[in-house]
C-alpha cells in the first residue's frame, strides 16, 4: 500500500517575523523582504525589514503599497480556493478512513468469534487486514495538510494586517524592493500551491456531460494558464480533414452555442490530441510528425518543428486509430508530447516540450505499447495511460518522469457513450476533458498527496 502515495517536498510557506525597524539598514534600501531562508521544518521563512522610520522619505507612493496589498489578497484567495480542493480530498480520505476503522473493529468482532469461519476465509480476510494497516498513519499525516493550509492563510493575513499597519503609522517609502521581494515571494507561492495541489490520482468521478455536440471524434478545451476570470472554450471537431478551431467565451456559451471567435488554420490537423496552453494552439499537422503553435492572439503560425522519429499517421495511433499518433498536452508542469517511436519498439515516448521553441527538453521511455493505450494524460508530471477506448477502460499503468519509474494500477473510468477519443487534465480546473462519442464530458480527479515538511530533493 506504501506505495500508493507520492511524498511531495518541500513544503514551502510563508512566515511572518514581523517587521523590525533596524539601525542596521541604510534608508535607501528601503523595505526588504527576504524569502529565501528555510527553517528546520523545511518551511520557507520570509522576513519582512523595514527601515527606521526617521530615516525614510515621506514620498507617498501609498499608490504602490495598495497594489502591493492588493496582491497579498490576490494571494489569499488563491489559498482560498486551494483549501477547497484540498478539503474535497480530505473528505474523500476522511470517508476512506472511517470505512477502514469500521472494516478494523468488524474484523475485531470476527476475530473474536473465529470458529463461524473457516480458516482459509479467515487467513485472507486477515492478510487483506494487514496491506491496510499501513494506511492509517499515513491518513494521520494527510490530515496535517489541511493544517499547514489553514497556517498558511493566517500567515498571509499577518503579513497583510502588517503592511496595512506600516502604511497607516509611518506613511510611504520607497517600495520598489520590497515589490520585487514579494513579486519573487508570489512566485514562490505559486510553485509551493503546485506542489500542494499535486498528487497521485486515486479516484475519477463523472462524466458530467456539458454538451451533445459534433461527430464521434474531435476536442475541447480550455487554456490551464489562463487567467481565472478567462474561461474561453475552444472546439475542433473531427480527427482529419478539418482546419477550423471555434471558440467561445465561456462554457455557458459553449452550451448555448454562442460562438464569440473562429480561427482558420492554415493546415489541416491530425487526431483529436491538441492542446491550447497559454494562449496558444498546439496540434499535429496532418500525415507528418510536425508540431504546429498557432497563436490565436496574432491568428498566425508562430511555430512548426517534426517531432524526431516520431510514428505519425496511423502507425503508432490509440487504439482507436484515427491519426492519434502525437498527443500533446499540459499539466502543471508545462508542455508534454506522447508518441511511440521505431526505436523504443513502438512504446510510449514521453517529451516535455519548450513551449516556446517546441524543442524537447527531455525525454523518458516507458514499456507500454502506444497501440494497446486507450488514452493517456499527464497530471503533475506523471503520465496515465487507459487500456482502452470502449467500456470497461482503466487506468491501467503509470510513469513518473520525476522518478523514472512505472507502476500498473487500477482507476476505473466511466465511459459513459463507450467511446472515447479524447481524454486530457486540465491542471487549472483540476478536471479531465474527455470527448466521448460525440459528448462533452467531464470528469474530477482525486489526487492524493503526502507533504513532508523536510526537504529531501
Ligand atoms: C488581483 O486580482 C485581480 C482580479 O484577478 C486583478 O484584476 C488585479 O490586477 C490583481 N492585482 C494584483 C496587484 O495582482
Ligand atoms: C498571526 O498573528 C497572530 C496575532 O498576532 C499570532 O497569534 C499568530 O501566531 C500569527 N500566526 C502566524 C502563523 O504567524
Ligand atoms: C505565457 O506567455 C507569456 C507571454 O505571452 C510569457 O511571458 C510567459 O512566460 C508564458 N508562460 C509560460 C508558462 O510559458
Ligand atoms: C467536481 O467537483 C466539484 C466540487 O465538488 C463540483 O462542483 C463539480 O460539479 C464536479 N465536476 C464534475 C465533472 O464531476
Given amino acids: 500500500m506504501r506505495a500508493l502515495f507520492v511524498v511531495l517536498k518541500p513544503l514551502c510557506f510563508l512566515a511572518l517575523l514581523g517587521y523590525c525597524p533596524s539601525a542596521t539598514i541604510r534608508p535607501k534600501e528601503g523595505w526588504q523582504v527576504y524569502s529565501s531562508a528555510q527553517d528546520a521544518d523545511g518551511r520557507c521563512i520570509c522576513t519582512v525589514v523595514a527601515p527606521e522610520q526617521n530615516l525614510c522619505s515621506r514620498d507617498a507612493k501609498s499608490r504602490q503599497l495598495r497594489q502591493l496589498l492588493e496582491k497579498i489578497q490576490n494571494m489569499s484567495q488563491s489559498i482560498e480556493v486551494l483549501n477547497l480542493r484540498t478539503q474535497r480530498d480530505f473528505q474523500y480520505v476522511m470517508k476512506m478512513e472511517s470505512q477502514m476503522k469500521g472494516l478494523r473493529s468488524k474484523f475485531r468482532q470476527i476475530e473474536s468469534n473465529r470458529r463461524t469461519l473457516l480458516t482459509k476465509n479467515f487467513q485472507e480476510l486477515k492478510g487483506k487486514m494487514n496491506e491496510l494497516q499501513p494506511l492509517i498513519p499515513v491518513l494521520e499525516q494527510y490530515k496535517t495538510d489541511a493544517t499547514l493550509i489553514s497556517q498558511f492563510k493566517q500567515e498571509i493575513r499577518n503579513l497583510s494586517l502588517v503592511l496595512t499597519a506600516i502604511q497607516e503609522e509611518i506613511g510611504a517609502y520607497d517600495y520598489e524592493e520590497l515589490q520585487q521581494r514579494v513579486l519573487g515571494l508570489e512566485g514562490r507561492l505559486r510553485n509551493c500551491m503546485n506542489k500542494l495541489t499535486c498528487g497521485k490520482l486515486m479516484k475519477i468521478t463523472g462524466p458530467v456531460t456539458v454538451k451533445t455536440s459534433g461527430t464521434r471524434f474531435g476536442a475541447w478545451m480550455t487554456d490551464p494558464q489562463a487567467s481565472p476570470n478567462n474561461n474561453k472554450v475552444w472546439y475542433m471537431d473531427s480527427y482529419t480533414n478539418n482546419k477550423i478551431v471555434r471558440e467561445y467565451k465561456s462554457v455557458s456559451d459553449f452550451v448555448a452555442g454562442v460562438e464569440s471567435r473562429t480561427y482558420n488554420l492554415p493546415f489541416h490537423w491530425a487526431g483529436t490530441n491538441h492542446v491550447v496552453y ?112 470502449l467500456t470497461g477502460a482503466k487506468v491501467y499503468y503509470s510513469y513518473s518522469t520525476k522518478t523514472s519509474t512505472y507502476e500498473y494500477m487500477d482507476i476505473p473510468i466511466h465511459n459513459q457513450y463507450f467511446h472515447m477519443s479524447m481524454l486530457d487534465y486540465n491542471a487549472r480546473d483540476r478536471a479531465l476533458y474527455g470527448w466521448n462519442n460525440g459528448h462533452q464530458v467531464l470528469f474530477n480527479v482525486t489526487l492524493f498527496h503526502i507533504i513532508k515538511t523536510d526537504d529531501e530533493s
Fill in 278 to 389: 497559454n494562449g496558444s494552439l498546439y496540434y499535429n499537422k496532418y500525415q507528418s510528425n510536425i508540431i504546429v503553435r498557432y497563436s490565436f492572439e496574432s491568428g498566425r503560425v508562430t511555430t512548426q518543428r517534426a517531432l524526431e522519429s516520431a510514428g505519425f499517421h496511423n502507425v503508432y495511433p490509440y487504439t482507436w486509430g484515427g491519426f492519434s499518433d502525437i498527443d500533446l498536452m499540459a499539466d502543471e508542469l508545462g508542455l508534454w508530447a506522447i508518441y511511440a517511436t521505431n526505436q523504443n519498439a513502438g512504446n510510449i515516448v514521453i517529451s516535455q516540450l519548450d513551449p516556446l521553441t517546441i524543442q524537447v527538453l527531455n525525454t523518458w521511455n516507458t514499456e507500454y505499447s502506444k497501440r494497446n493505450a486507450g488514452e493517456s494524460f499527464m497530471i503533475c508530471g506523471t503520465l496515465y495511460i487507459t487500456n482502452s477506448h
